[in-house]
């Protein structure tokens, strides 16, 4: 993914660089910002003057351990109270002296929210003083309109009022011993407030028999690019400002709602599975009453396929068949026979052979008069069932017409 390096600045404004194009630097609002930088990854560079970059010795090597113990190990150094800052520990070895930045959490809170203002979320935030070049041997100075960057170490610095560095570096030298540089690079924005800063830090340095080369730069960003890219030192977004912390921060206020939904998605999936299931019970229920109804209406068929297809092609058979005709005849010819006080009608059943009436009769005579009243010159009548049960005759009389 691309690389973007944006350096905040004391106006509500902000300069920012491609990482393959450090030298093309833009310069706008925060709303031009967002427009710029959405989709890359972001490396933020923040103002120095806010943070105090310390040292301190703490008996635990273990991280965890480190964020409880270091405010308090760090309070006599600290004017505030340690409850409202924001610790930020260095990737050093165990063993060694804890180094760290230390900043408000309501100044990181603040740089944070103008980005998050215009949809961006950086990556990494660094001390920009920490952004300077740095090698063995050597302190770096940044000096612009109003303040100075010193970069002392890997892990050290400052930031200060320019007026104030021609002052501070003497006491900063003296207090180095060994650590003390053995060359000082100079880099200038030139502006009124710059020039006798940098003449006063120039005399110094050849009473002192210190070596020191000076540049003139248009624009601090390209070189902090460059050094940014090649280590970062310190990333303030750590605790409760890591990206990780900072989702779980905005997801906390939606947990009861995604549980709800979640609940309502079971609750919505369960009810859904249960009319299905009934639904398919159903189906299954009504495939096997028109598979009866199939077999009762033609009871010669012995396999089925496709109930719907099969009843189809009878019923159009019925229609073609010569059969369909006769049924009407049949009917207007038997109704009047069974309106019979002795006689109690069950059932009817058509077939292109015949049609077939189920009953039950008072008595066998009564069943044989409606025998031989249903028959006539035309039509044919036969008895195929007769049983006696319960006082009662349960029979089956076949009426077809007689063929010429």
């Known amino acids: 993914m691309e690389h973007l390096i944006i350096r905040l600045a004391s106006d509500n404004t902000a300069h920012w660089c491609h990482a393959s194009m450090p030298e093309r630097v833009s310069h706008g609002t925060f709303t031009a910002l967002g427009a710029a930088a959405a989709g890359y990854r972001l490396t933020l560079l923040v103002p120095s003057i806010d943070i105090s970059l310390l040292a301190a010795q703490v008996p635990s090597s273990r991280r965890q351990y480190l964020h409880q113990a270091l405010p308090y190990a760090l309070e006599e150094q600290l004017a505030a109270d340690v409850e409202t800052l924001h610790f930020a520990i260095a ?11 230390v900043l408000a959490k309501a100044t990181l809170r603040n740089w944070l929210g ?3 203002a215009v949809g961006l ?7 920009d003083v920490l952004a300077l070049p740095q090698q063995s041997g050597q ?10 960057y ?6 050290s610095g400052l930031a200060c009022d320019t007026t104030a560095l021609s002052h501070l570096l003497p006491q900063l030298i003296q207090q180095s011993g060994e650590q003390r540089p053995q060359r000082i690079i100079i880099n200038e924005i030139p502006s009124a407030g710059t020039e006798q800063t940098r ?10 028999k210190l070596d020191f080369t000076h540049a003139t730069i248009a624009n601090a960003l390209p070189m902090m690019a460059r050094a940014t890219l090649a280590a970062t030192p ?12 900072q989702t779980q921060q905005l997801w906390r206020p939606w947990r009861a709602a995604a549980a709800l939904l979640t609940l309502l998605l079971l609750i919505q999936g369960g009810i859904t599975t249960s009319r299905y299931t009934r639904l ?5 229920q009504l495939n096997e009453q028109i598979e009866n109804i199939y077999r009762q209406s033609f009871p010669e068929s012995r396999r089925i396929v496709n109930v719907r297809a099969q009843m189809e092609q009878g019923l159009q058979a019925l229609r073609s068949g010569s059969g369909m005709q006769e049924l009407p005849q049949l009917l207007l010819h038997a109704g009047p026979a069974l309106h019979r006080p002795d006689i109690e009608l069950r059932a009817l059943q058509y077939t292109p052979e015949q049609f077939t009436i189920e009953l039950t009769a008072r008595n066998l005579q009564a069943l044989d008069q409606l025998k031989q009243t249903l028959e006539s010159e035309v039509i044919h009548a036969e008895i195929l069932q007769a049983d006696s049960s319960h006082d009662q005759i349960a029979g089956r009389i076949a009426i077809r017409m007689d063929k010429p």
């Not at 302190?139 to 100075?148: P, R, T, V």
């Open 91 to 101: 990737n050093t070895r165990p063993g060694t002296s804890i180094l760290c930045a």
């Open 114 to 116: 103008k980005l998050a």
């Open 121 to 127: 979320k950086p990556d990494v935030a660094i001390p």
């Open 139 to 148: 302190w770096s100075l940044l000096l612009e309109a109003n303040s100075a």
């Open 150 to 155: 010193l970069r002392t170490g890997p892990y």
């Open 199 to 208: 003449q006063e830090l120039e005399r110094y340095c050849k009473e002192m």
């Open 234 to 245: 310190i990333n303030l977004l750590q605790g409760d400002f890591s990206r990780r912390k």
């Open 280 to 284: 398919s019970h159903q189906e299954q």
